[in-house]
């Protein structure tokens, strides 16, 4: 007898058990990978959804049935989490439920995922609605990643300076110590402060391990409650940048919406998650009000974040009835303050780490060798 390669997914408390009740059903030459359940539970990244995305959209449009084309997903994928998502996505659909329902049974993908589908779905333009969501994704993958690009330079700079920096104060200032040890309470003030420094480095290396692993759990804590994000606030503009870009990702996911034909109520609330935690619980306001029955132009007003021309071109939308166009003019109006700013921001990022940079080696510089001139003052 000959058989085809089946992929699937099965809830089993180990691997015996499970290699058992496949061969129980029939399968051999069984080949399983592991998924912890903490795993499942996070929600998939930008690049992940948009994997995702791309295989399905690809797939149905060059004429594939759903199925298949989940299949096909699965066989392709690497991620371990996303593969398995996949086959129970394929099991509910061939147990006769929706894509839609499919989705929105995890909490790995985004919501805004899941409505667009089902909306889709009632309407038979899945495969447009796809292509437009994929754009999307697409679209912010390249916004995050000139975002990062823009933090890479500094980082990279900053990170060989620090080693640097810990090198010469652990190795070289003890050379410099033995020789200005008569000197007492003359010392230059900056050296004595790197000649303490020195000391605590080379006889308590252990607490200083211990404050670097502190440091590097709260940093870990803030990465994870606040993103990435909040390095940009270190650099010229880049409060201003993540400003720009959140209003952009929530003008985009806007207009994809309501071109798609989501609520304007469910697209004010999925919206939402394209902002950043902070800005979000500013402008809930803005769903309380519409939900309360007031206009959209008067929600938005209602919130500082928004602009007077960003109320404005919504007022045009609402009066004209083509909100999505709208919202589509104030995506390219904030995409084109986005480049200025970050073009800003890289003119200045240079050379500002430049001139810090200067000043720590002239800060050391001054602090091991002004002590040598007033030891030549003696003789």
């Known amino acids: 007898m000959h058989g085809a390669p089946q992929e699937g997914a099965l809830e089993s408390p180990d691997r015996t058990a499970a290699k058992e009740s496949l061969l129980q059903e029939g399968f051999y030459r069984v080949r399983l990978r592991k998924i912890q359940p903490s795993s499942l539970n996070r929600a998939l990244n930008n690049s992940e959804v948009t994997e995702f995305l791309l295989q399905l959209h690809r797939l ?7 199925d298949a084309a989940l299949g096909f997903a699965v066989h392709e994928q690497k991620d371990a989490v996303l593969s398995y998502l996949l086959c129970r996505m394929r099991q509910d659909l061939q147990q006769g439920l929706s894509l839609s329902t499919a989705l929105q049974r995890f909490q790995a993908f985004p919501q805004i995922v899941g409505k667009m589908i089902e909306v889709a779905e009632r309407s038979g333009r899945l495969t447009e609605v796809l292509g437009m969501l994929l754009d999307f994704y697409q679209f912010q993958q390249r916004i ?3 975002q990062k690009r ?9 990170s060989f300076f620090l080693v640097l920096s810990l090198g010469a104060v652990i190795f070289m200032v003890p050379m410099f110590k033995r020789m200005y040890s008569g000197l007492g309470d003359e010392l230059f003030w900056l050296t004595r402060l790197l000649v303490q420094l020195s000391d605590s480095l080379r006889s308590r290396p252990q607490s200083w391990m211990l404050a670097a692993l502190l440091f590097a759990a709260a940093v870990a ?3 994870k409650l606040l993103g990435w994000y909040w390095l940009l606030n270190l650099i010229p503009g880049g409060k201003r940048l993540q400003e720009s870009v959140s209003l952009l990702f929530y003008s985009r996911s806007m207009e994809i919406m309501l071109l798609s034909g989501v609520t304007l109520q469910d697209a004010l609330a999925l919206a939402e998650e394209m902002l950043p935690k902070l800005l979000r619980r500013r402008i809930i306001a803005v769903r309380r009000a519409v939900d309360s029955g007031k206009s959209l132009r008067e929600a938005y007003a209602l919130v500082p974040v928004f602009s007077p021309m960003f109320i404005k071109m919504v007022a045009l939308g609402e009066s004209s009835g083509h909100l999505s166009s709208s919202f589509a003019r104030i995506g390219n109006q904030n995409q084109e303050i986005l480049k200025k700013i970050m073009a800003w921001a890289n003119t200045l990022i240079e050379p500002i780490l430049m001139v810090l940079i200067a000043l720590g080696v002239l800060g050391f510089l001054l602090s091991m060798y002004l002590p040598l001139f007033k030891m030549a003052e003696h003789f």
């Open 60 to 66: 149905l449009k060059s004429g594939v049935e759903l």
């Open 221 to 223: 804590v803030v990465h």
């Open 144 to 146: 995050i990643r000139e």
């Open 150 to 158: 823009l933090l890479n330079y500094p980082l990279v700079v900053f």
